[in-house]
């Protein structure tokens, strides 16, 4: 089983930058499709980002195509979201998500089987 944690959440003005890390342990995680979700009160889990397990291929929602990169080290098990010119929209508890090999949908929440707990990121306006 992989167990995922979040840090680097925090309060930044707009038009600042965070970036965001996922510290992966268990499981084979070089073999896992990863990505980031985002969700405020009373909102559905939202798509942000996604990377395969080769690090070949990316995904991003529209919001975020051209200010936010996702990355991965695989001997390190970290997934990286580095967020740039951030706006008061992208307020947001921001989830990091493990799922299968498989590139297939992965803007899809139930593509992923594993969630870390969540890291709360406030962007000021």
């Known amino acids: 089983q992989v167990q995922l944690v979040e840090s680097g959440g925090g309060l930044v003005q707009a038009g600042g930058s965070l970036r965001l890390s996922c510290a992966a342990s268990?499981?084979?995680?070089?073999?896992?499709?990863m990505a980031w979700f985002r969700q405020t009160p009373g909102q559905e889990r939202e798509f942000v980002a996604a990377?395969?397990?080769?690090?070949?291929?990316?995904y991003y929602a529209d919001s975020v195509q051209g200010r936010f990169t996702i990355s991965r080290d695989i001997p390190k098990n970290t997934v990286l979201l580095q967020m740039d010119s951030l706006r008061p929209e992208d307020t947001a508890v921001y989830y990091c998500?493990?799922?299968?090999?498989?590139?297939?949908?992965?803007?899809?929440?139930?593509?992923?089987?594993?969630w870390g707990q969540g890291t709360q990121v406030t962007v000021s306006s």
């Open positions: 990377i395969s397990w080769g690090g070949g291929s990316t």
């Open positions: 998500a493990a799922g299968s090999p498989t590139w297939v949908r992965p803007a899809a929440a139930n593509t992923y089987y594993y």
């Open positions: 268990g499981g084979t995680f070089g073999m896992n499709t």
